[in-house]
């Protein structure tokens, strides 16, 4: 069960990271 939700958090942490890389370089 564990797993599951550091699997969860490091995924959601990763996808914000690129959202906000994203907003910030609109050309990349």
Same mark, same amino acid.
């Given at each position: 069960?564990?797993? @599951?939700?550091?699997?969860? !958090? !490091?995924?959601?942490?990763?996808?914000?990271? @690129?959202?906000?890389?994203?907003?910030?370089?609109?050309?990349?």
């Amino acid at each position: 069960m564990d797993r @599951v939700y550091v699997v969860s !958090i !490091i995924g959601g942490l990763f996808g914000g990271l @690129v959202t906000i890389l994203r907003l910030i370089v609109p050309i990349a």
